[in-house]
Structure formats: C-alpha cells, structure tokens
C-alpha cells in the first residue's frame, strides 16, 4: 500500500518527525522561512497531508491557486491558525486542524512573567546592568508596580485565559475580572466578574491579558477607543496575536502615558517590531516565545501527529477547526 505524503513546513524536535514518519513518508523542509504564496500553491499539488506552521501562507489566494489539490489535511503546529483561511480550505475539501491544550501552561506562564517583567522594570535593569551603567543600590532605583493583590483584567476567558487568571488570582492574590463574548458560568476562579466590554475591563484593571485567537473578527479588537478607557497606570500584556492590537494606537497610548507599560510576545507584522516600541523602556519585547520550551513544542507536534494518524486511518482528526 502506498504510503501518504507528508511535508513538514519547518524543522521540529525529532521525535516529532519520527512519529510522524511511522505514519507517512516524510519530507521536512530545510530552513525556517516558511511557505510563501507560490510554495503553498505547490505544496498543496505535492502533497496528501502537510504539517503546517505560523507564518506559511495558506490564504484564500493559495487554494484558488490550485484548482484540484492533491492535500486533504493541514495539520496546524499550533492553536492559532490566523495565516489558514479556514473557509477557503473547506470549500477544496481540505480539513483544518490544530494543537489546543499542548500551549495552554506554556502561554500563560509567558503572560506572567510578561506581567512581572513590565511592572518591576526587569527588561530595564537587565540592559543597565549589561551595559555596565548599574552603579550600585539605591532606594529610589529603578522603582517600579507592585503586583501582588492588584487586579487583573482577562480579555478571552477560554483555556489560556483561565490558566492565566489561575496563576495571578492562587499566586498573587489578584482579583480578576473579564470580558468574553459568551456568558462565562463559572471560570474556576473565586470572586472572578464578567464585565460586559473591553472598555469596561480596561477601566477596572491595573493589569490586562489579552487571550484571544488572531483573524478577521477580532483585528484591531485592542483599538484606540478601547486604549482612551484603560485606567492611569494600566500595563497591557500580550501574548495572543499582534493583529488583534491596533500597533499605532498603542504605541500613541504608551507615548502620551495613557498606559503605562506593556509586555508584548507577538507583533502587527511579525518578525518586524516598530523603532517607537522598541526605544521604550517601559515596554517588555518578546520574539514571539511563548510555547518555546522543548517540551511543549514536542507536545505540539504530537498533538498534530496525532491528527494526522487520526485522518489516514480514516477517523475525524480529533482536533479539527
């Protein structure tokens, strides 16, 4: 019987690729570029299934591209799949999945540190000290927020949002309060309130998570009206995607004092991060690193191994979109 075809779009932990090679006949690609436009169109003739990652460019224009795809399966290294255009894969019969859960801890642990990070100035101080201009202890250096017993607002209440909310509410006292488009019965947090807008999240928090998937519907949810309620000396914490922020109103919200920091692990145009953001010092910058442990991308590509082996022995791949 022959074997499917699987192309992975960038290397992974090898026992990733050693599962999935049990499974099909494997070809990895060599370098971490990604597929561009033409790439995808190709890859999508070549190949039954591929493993793609954050950055290929499977969008409405790549299926069109392709009249007949050979491609049944993409298979998501990840739990966003903003750079997939879901619907257009559909419509070639295409089934999209993707890696809830395996970046669950990971994320939310990227978003406290984040937290921590931003509110006690430990970006700036590392920069002092690398560049030998620490000049010893003082009272008065280097003062930053306190974050213990503050209060915590959460944008996206779903896994990494509770996870989130866990470890400030059980770790540091925070009180917590959200916005999420569906009623939230019970988040697993005491004390924890739905508040019925950003804008009311933004007034009530000292602290805000943003914890929401990337794509059309919540692009630019983050904008300038939503910025003009936060309330003085909030610090914004991302670790979502950085469409999902307008980049201009915020770096116009952090410049006029309107917020007071922000941690940022992802960008509008990722790998590039405006000069405005990165000459703050009050703004924590993050390439992008929040699943970045061995451990949890394994976890992740076993996730989408498990999708694929799901497909090609005829079952619905437990993580479909």
Not at 42 to 53: G, R, S
Not at 189 to 213: T, Y
Not at 278 to 289: D, F, G
């Amino acid at each position: 019987m022959t074997r499917p075809r699987l192309l992975i779009t960038r290397p992974l932990p090898e026992p990733v690729i050693e599962a999935a090679r049990a499974i099909c006949d494997v070809v990895v690609s060599p370098d971490n570029e990604g597929l561009d436009l033409d790439d995808s169109g190709l890859a999508l003739l070549a190949y039954d299934a591929i493993l793609a990652t954050l950055g290929d460019t499977f969008t409405a224009a790549a299926f069109a591209s392709v009249p007949e795809p050979r491609c049944k399966l993409l298979a998501n290294f990840g739990v966003g799949y903003n750079h997939i255009d879901v619907d257009a894969a559909r419509r070639k019969g295409i089934i999209v999945t993707n890696t809830p859960g395996a970046v669950t801890d990971a994320t939310a642990d990227i978003a406290v540190m984040l937290m921590l990070m931003t509110a006690r100035r430990a970006g700036e101080g590392e920069r002092m000290v690398r560049a030998e201009q620490w000049t010893g202890w003082n009272p008065t250096q280097l003062l930053g927020t306190h974050v213990t017993g503050k209060r915590l607002g959460i944008i996206g209440m779903g896994r990494i949002g509770r996870a989130v909310a866990h470890r400030a509410h059980f770790g540091f006292g925070m009180d917590v309060v959200f916005y999420n488009r569906s009623p939230v019965a019970d988040c697993g947090i005491p004390g924890a309130r739905q508040l019925p807008s950003l804008e009311a999240v933004m007034q009530a928090a000292d602290f805000v998570s943003i914890n929401v998937p990337g794509g059309p519907d919540n692009r630019h949810m983050i904008s300038a009206s939503v910025l003009a309620a936060a309330k003085p000396g909030l610090i914004l914490i991302n670790t979502a995607r950085g469409e999902v922020i307008d980049e201009a109103a915020l770096i116009a919200a952090l410049e006029t004092g309107k917020l007071a920091g922000a941690g940022l692990d992802v960008f509008e145009a990722e790998p590039y991060v405006p000069g405005a953001l990165r000459a703050m010092e009050n703004v924590t910058l993050l390439p992008h690193i929040g699943t970045s442990s061995l451990e949890v991308r394994t976890a992740m590509g076993m996730v989408a191994v498990d999708n694929i082996r799901a497909f090609f022995a005829g079952n619905t791949p437990p993580n479909a979109v």
